[in-house]
């Protein structure tokens, strides 16, 4: 059920807005027992079927060349409801988790989508068994999370809607900057 199209368009949109840059970042979609992903090293704004890995749900057997937070997202389809994962490095986003346990959004927009979004400390944050044992229950119960000082991850049922939550959660942050700076 690879739906490359989606990929490709999501992949774009994220380079696009500047919430990823050129290899940063990783996109999934469930399948049953299997998800799809982009594989280490791929541009986002330039994805093919080449750059989508189907990788299992319950073992690594088919993990060569796919991105390095592979188990991340394993883990978080596993202990949540979630068919689609984006894991994104925005930049307003990123400054913000270095001083918060938390992040409010304060504008309209974002304190609708968003209500507030927890900022998990892990000494290795990329790809980490840390990771993988701290974000999936803390996810579970919030539609996007920040890995403090690395990035966010949204799930949801679609890649449309992660990409909704992750650009929502990245102008809420540069508003809560710009109002922080303007004091």
């Known amino acids: ?13 994220l380079f696009e807005e500047n919430i990823i840059h050129s290899t940063s970042g990783n996109i ?4 049953g027992d299997s998800f799809y992903i982009t594989s280490h090293g791929s541009y986002a704004a330039h994805l093919s079927s080449e ?5 299992n749900m319950n073992d690594k057997n088919r993990d060569e060349n796919a991105s390095v937070e592979v188990d991340v997202h394993r ?12 894991h994104a490095h925005p930049l307003f986003a990123t400054v913000l988790s270095f001083d918060n346990d938390v992040i409010m959004p304060v504008d309209a927009e974002g304190s609708f989508y968003i209500k507030e ?10 790809g980490s068994e ?34 909704n939550l992750t650009s929502v959660l990245e102008s809420a ?5 710009y109002k922080k700076i303007s004091r």
């Open 173 to 177: 942050c540069k508003i809560l900057y």
């Open 51 to 55: 750059n989508i890995i189907r990788v």
């Open 28 to 31: 999934s979609i469930r399948d």
């Open 130 to 163: 840390e990771v993988v044992m701290k974000l999936p229950p803390v996810i579970k119960n919030y539609p996007v999370c920040i890995i403090k000082k690395h990035g966010s991850w949204a799930k949801a049922s679609t890649l449309a809607e992660c990409c």
């Open 117 to 126: 979004v927890p900022v998990i400390s892990a000494e290795n944050a990329i």
């Open 75 to 86: 883990a978080i389809y596993r202990e949540t409801d979630a068919l689609a994962i984006i």
């Open 1 to 13: 059920m690879l739906k490359l199209n989606e990929f490709i368009k999501i992949g774009r949109m």
